[in-house]
């Protein structure tokens, strides 16, 4: 059964950083592509990043793009999202998912049902 577990969220100041983290387990991560999503209160689900199976495309939406970086360890079944100079409005439930197509060329306007497997999600506030 594929299974993906977000780490790694809490409570930050604006400005900080925090890294996510992804785990996988009953499947190998290397065949799949990785999505980052976040959903704020009272907002619909919104792409934020995503990286090809061999690491050779990424992409981030608008509002993220020179802050967070997306990387990723098949070794180790895992992908990270690293926030950094991070903004009350990046405050959300963050989670990763999985699919076997490519990266959409725009993350940002990605369809959530367009993808398989869900984490239960890693709440990330950004709050003085």
């Known amino acids: 059964q594929l299974q993906l577990v977000e780490s790694g969220g809490g409570l930050v100041q604006p400005g900080g950083s925090l890294r996510l983290s992804c785990a996988a387990s009953g499947f190998t991560l290397s065949y799949y592509t990785i999505g980052w999503f976040r959903q704020a209160p009272g907002k619909e689900r919104e792409g934020v990043s995503c990286?090809?199976?061999?690491?050779?495309?990424?992409n981030y939406a608008d509002s993220v793009k020179g802050r967070f970086t997306i990387s990723r360890d098949n070794a180790k079944n895992t992908v990270y999202l690293q926030m950094n100079s991070l903004k009350p409005e990046d405050t959300a439930i963050y989670y990763c998912?999985?699919?076997?197509?490519?990266?959409?060329?725009?993350?940002?306007?990605?369809?959530?049902?367009?993808?398989?497997?869900w984490g239960q999600g890693a709440q990330v506030t950004v709050s003085s």
């Open positions: 990286i090809s199976n061999d690491e050779t495309s990424t």
């Open positions: 998912t999985a699919r076997l197509q490519e990266c959409p060329a725009m993350i940002g306007i990605a369809t959530p049902s367009a993808w398989g497997s």
